[in-house]
């Protein structure tokens, strides 16, 4: 923290004990000017109106409302003051409430000084950054709004118009040929009904882009990372789909392009798992990808859904250039050339890789990808090829346009 910039805190809190260790910790921290020690919630709205506190440390169990149902509203109504709910229950469900709440951390009351320090700096930090740039609306351009995390990963959305056609088996190659020694990659299921990327990985997803999006403007990299899953064989970072699906969407694609592009600050490599269904979801991982690898499969019906796609994605004024046609269980017999395939869409084929039911069964079985169970396999060497491909044409597409849907155009 600046040795200038003075921290504001205002604590709600009505145990005693608790108002005894916090005034004495808060004495220990550099530069904090204590407003106040208040005991109810409603007093204290009065004081933040008046006071807009950087910091609040609210007690969990007030006596006119849950401090996690209080916090909600002071991140509604003052953005820029940072909560810190304070309670004994640390259980799981409590916590995830609080965070999605928009608490920034949470306390017990016994807190050591180093975690209580802690805390209050991150948080002070969190309100000096949301002064300067909060706004409801964050956009690509408007980078000063989103936290400079010294990384920034190209995105790459695997999409098929046609169910089935391959898009998550070739999402999960994909970001496994995608990694060296140096990169941290990010595979994200963006396939809000019946994803199964964590499944494929032999990993059980806990949290998912439904706990990020409803705090989407106030997102810390430990809560994102939070809901990573490590896959400690391959070092991939997993967000998982959500576990039950997703029927009504409460969500905005503006809300989860958010996330996700707050998302790739903390990632060398995005890769973004869709459904064949278009909702908020896919277009908001359309939006933001730097690549799409467009997947399709030789079927009529498949080439007919992939028509579609390209009329609208034309209509929308979209250059093909950021389309990667990739035919997925490719069989040289079929009367369905790649050459009539390319003619159909008037869009060339990148490149086709062999159907070969047995090993992708396999591997799906046993939840480890080809790229790891059987790297020699012809489907690996293939996703291999596009990885290869891919991290040529990432560099040429950086002025593209977009969909723009849910971010503002230049
Ligand atoms: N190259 C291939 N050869 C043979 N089978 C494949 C190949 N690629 C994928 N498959 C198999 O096809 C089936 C569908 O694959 P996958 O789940 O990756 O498709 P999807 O497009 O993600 O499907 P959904 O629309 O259900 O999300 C799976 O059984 C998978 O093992
Ligand atoms: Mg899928």
Redesign the pocket.
């Known amino acids: 923290m600046s040795p200038q910039r003075v921290t504001r805190v205002l604590v709600v809190e009505n145990n005693i004990q608790a108002v005894k260790t916090f005034r004495k910790l808060l004495s220990l921290i550099e530069n904090i000017e204590v407003i106040d020690f208040i005991t109810t919630a409603q007093e204290a709205l009065e004081m933040v109106s008046e006071t807009k506190p950087d910091v609040m440390l609210v007690e969990e169990h007030l006596p006119d409302i849950d401090g996690i149902s209080f916090t909600e509203i002071i991140r509604r109504d003052y953005p820029a003051t940072q909560v810190i709910i304070v309670s004994q229950d640390k259980h799981y469900d409590t916590v995830l409430r609080a965070l999605r709440n928009g608490a920034s951390d949470f306390l017990a009351h016994d807190v050591s000084i180093g975690e209580f320090r802690e805390a209050i700096l991150r948080a002070s930090e969190l309100a000096a950054r949301e002064r300067v740039s909060y706004s409801p609306y964050a956009t690509v351009e408007n980078r000063s709004e989103l936290p400079e995390l010294g990384m920034r990963a190209d995105v790459i959305t695997v999409y ?1 118009p ?11 190659n994909l970001a496994l040929a995608l990694r060296d020694n140096e990169s941290q990659i990010a595979l994200i299921d963006a ?1 809000l009904q ?3 990327v964590d499944i ?1 990985f032999n990993e059980l997803g806990r949290l998912s882009l439904m706990d990020l999006t409803p705090i989407a403007y106030d997102l810390d990299p430990k809560v994102v990372k939070e809901c990573m899953i490590l896959h400690r064989s391959s070092g991939l970072y997993l967000l998982a789909a959500p576990k039950h699906p997703v029927i009504s969407e409460a969500l905005s694609g503006e809300q989860i392009c958010r996330v996700l592009e707050y998302t790739r600050n903390l990632y060398n490599h995005m890769v973004i ?1 869709t ?2 269904y278009i909702n908020e979801s896919t277009l908001a991982a359309l939006d933001l990808a730097d690549l799409i690898v467009l ?1 399709g499969t030789q079927e009529i019906a498949c080439i007919k859904s992939l028509r579609s796609f390209l009329e609208v994605w034309d209509s929308l004024g979209m250059k093909r250039d950021r389309l990667m046609l990739v035919i ?3 069989r040289a017999e079929s009367p369905l050339t790649t050459k009539k395939i390319s003619e159909t869409l008037n869009h060339p084929v990148e490149l086709f ?5 047995e ?3 396999r ?2 079985n046993l939840g480890n990808p080809l790229m790891i169970s059987n790297p020699n396999a012809d ?1 690996s060497q ?1 996703i291999a090829e596009l990885a290869d491909r891919v991290k040529k044409k990432l560099p040429t597409l950086q002025s593209e346009q977009r969909f723009r849907l849910f971010m503002k155009a230049q």
């Open positions: 098929s046609r169910g089935g056609s391959g898009t998550t088996t070739i999402a999960n396939c019946y994803g199964d494929l798992n459904s064949s997947v997925n269980k490719y890789i062999p159907e070969d039911q090993s992708a069964l591997a799906a489907i293939a």
